[in-house]
């Protein structure tokens, strides 16, 4: 599955800046440890320093800074601790891990070998050649209706579905116009685009409302949006919206940013 190895790189970055951070604050912080002590239902602190008491020296309550430093030095050298165990194992993990190794095994074989083996699991290609081979109903076209054709040779129903579906066609972004989605509590629905998540192998939808300053309009896609969210698709997770008004036109590089984000 492909985008592991960018997570396991995001989590190791992070976990570089919280030892980062914690390097400075232990550093920083007043030598020794806090104990407590509860004495009738109050809490009192103790400042233990090496070779000193074994119980500590009392901190008065003027002194609210001090118990405040230690704690969280305490915290702070037990965060350290877990990150640099956690980093540790990370940079094992990712000096020589690839996302997709057991299919480049397959793919590596020579073409001829390919031909005898049968791999353990199916290629992206095998995936997104079955996904595209299912067939399905789309709406129909109501008589009168523009005939608007894409460079892949189907009809759509907009200008602005037309400039979607032909940069997906131009990047080689395998996609289902109008492919029937039911959605609980709604009905069926026919998102213009639906496509394939190689990260995932989820599908995410893509939802153009070409018409937001219509109020009828409006208030229909907000309707079906809702839709969407109550059956766990969420914009910005498996659902991709892109909106137009009479003023407000389909920006492509709006188109390009979006695509870069979760379909690439």
């Keep these: 599955m492909t985008g592991i190895k960018e997570m396991l790189l995001k989590e190791q970055d992070r976990l570089e800046k919280i030892l980062s951070k914690t390097r400075k604050q232990v550093k920083d912080a007043p030598p020794g ?3 407590l002590s509860k004495s009738r239902g109050w ?11 074994r119980n500590g020296a009392y901190i008065p309550k003027a002194d609210e ?5 230690l704690a969280q030095k305490a915290y702070d050298e037990k965060v350290l601790k877990l990150a640099e165990k956690r980093l540790g194992q990370l940079k094992r993990i990712t000096k020589d891990y690839e996302d997709d190794e057991i299919e480049n095994l397959f793919m ?7 031909k005898l083996i049968c791999p353990v699991e199916p290629s992206w290609d095998q995936q997104i050649q079955e996904w595209e081979s299912g067939e399905y109903k789309r709406k129909e076209f109501r008589e009168g209706t523009p005939v608007i054709m894409t460079d892949k040779g189907e009809r759509v129903r907009s200008k602005s579905e037309k400039i979607l579906a032909d ?3 131009r990047k ?5 116009y109008e492919c029937p989605l039911y959605l609980n509590g709604f009905g069926t629905v026919y998102p213009d685009f639906t496509f394939l998540s190689k990260k995932t192998g989820k599908e995410i939808y893509w939802k153009h409302d070409g018409k937001m300053d219509s109020p009828e309009y409006a208030e229909n896609a907000v309707r079906k949006i809702n839709a969407y969210e109550e059956n766990d698709i969420y914009p910005g997770e ?5 909106f137009e008004t009479g003023k407000t036109v389909l920006n492509t590089k709006r188109i390009e940013e979006l695509v870069a984000r979760y379909l690439i």
């Design 108 to 114: 590596k074989e020579h073409p001829e070998r390919r």
């Design 43 to 53: 809490i009192q602190y103790y400042h233990c320093m090496p070779g000193e008491k």
């Design 167 to 169: 940069y997906f066609y």
């Design 33 to 35: 440890s806090l104990r």
């Design 65 to 69: 800074e001090l118990p405040q430093k």
């Design 238 to 242: 498996r659902l991709i919206l892109t």
């Design 172 to 176: 080689g972004i395998p996609y289902k």
